[in-house]
Structure formats: C-alpha cells, structure tokens
C-alpha cells in the first residue's frame, strides 16, 4: 500500500477532479475519476425577507395574528450553489425566540400558523445554507401586529348663513398608534 500527498494552493470558485489509480502486484493499473469538486470557503449572498403574500412586495403591518406568509428573494451562492433554505421569527432580527427555524428545503416561500397580539413586533429572519454547508441570515424589517380598527365618529356641523348641514370625520386615538396604510 502506498500513499502520497502533495501541497498545492486551491482557488476559490475554481473546479477540479481528482484521478486515484491503483496498481497490484503485477503492476496492473485501475483509475477512477472524482466528481467536481468547487472550491467554496465564502457563505451565500443573502437576499431581501418579505411579509406578506405578494412577493417582493413588504408589509410592515399583521392584521391576522394567526397566519403569515413570507417570501425571499435574490439569495445565491456562485460557487457550491444554495442547498437549503429556513426562516424563522424573532423579536429582534437574526432571531428565533418566536417560532423556531423552519425548514423549506429551496422553496423561497414559506406560511405559518400563529398566536400573536395586537401591538406583538417581530422580524422574519431567512438562513440559506451553500453546498459547502455555509450559513448566511438576512432579516426583514420590524412587522407590527395591528389588528385593531381605528375609530371614526361622524358630527353635524351648521353654518348659520346657509342652514346647509355637511358631514366631518374625525378620527378617535387609536391605542396601537398606527391606522393608515402599510
């Protein structure tokens, strides 16, 4: 049995096969050839996270505290190419303290079933993991649970030149700060 080993430098990105060969006693030889093998030491590119469910389209405001549907998008790895793909939900970016990383293998969508309040604050955060088995997060902005209507009141007012009546909205305080659109 013999054995060697040789130095040399290994560029990244580039591919290259190895060639082992065999010889036995009667100096026979058999050889067999490698799959490509990419030189990857870098993780993925990470790409843009989205709330909602129209895609590339964000939504910082969660009406229904019960389901979500997210989405990402531009996310890649040139080298070993992108092999996996989790989210999870968290209440500062990168984390999971909400609802654990889920796994979606290369989908770039994913739902979920939840239990949030009026007034919960969250982030979506996506890890894609590359051939090479490297890791990269890219989170969403802030997402407010908002499930609360505003209130409207209507008053009369009369002008006493005209005795013509006309109505005005005004719009009550609303305790979750926010009633406009998203």
């Keep these: 049995f013999r054995s060697w080993s040789f130095n040399t430098t290994l560029v990244q990105g580039n591919v290259y096969k190895a060639e082992v060969c065999v010889y036995d006693v009667l100096d026979q030889q058999a ?7 990419i030189i990857d030491v870098t993780p993925p590119v990470v790409g843009s996270v989205f709330c909602g ?7 910082r405001y969660l009406s229904d505290p019960t389901a979500l549907q997210v989405s990402w ?3 890649d790895d040139s080298e070993s ?9 968290g209440s500062t970016a990168g984390h999971s303290d909400i609802m654990d990383f889920q796994g979606v293998g290369l989908k770039t969508r994913g739902t979920a079933a939840l239990t949030l309040r009026h ?10 993991t590359n051939g090479a088995g490297m890791s990269a ?3 969403s902005e802030q997402i407010l649970v908002h499930t609360k209507r505003p209130i409207f009141s209507l008053f009369h007012v009369r002008h006493s030149q005209s005795n013509a009546q006309k109505q005005v909205w005004h719009s009550s305080p ?8 998203a």
């Excluded at 050889?31 to 093998?37: H, L, T």
């Excluded at 469910?53 to 939504?59: I, K, R, S, V």
Aim: with cysteine.
């Design 31 to 37: 050889c067999s050839n490698s799959s490509r093998i």
């Design 53 to 59: 469910p129209t895609e590339l389209l964000h939504t």
């Design 73 to 75: 998008t531009r996310f």
């Design 81 to 89: 190419g992108l092999d996996s793909f989790q989210w999870a939900l």
């Design 119 to 128: 007034g919960d604050r969250f982030y979506i955060t996506v890890k894609a």
């Design 137 to 139: 997060a890219s989170s």
């Design 174 to 181: 609303d305790p979750g700060g926010w009633w406009g659109r």
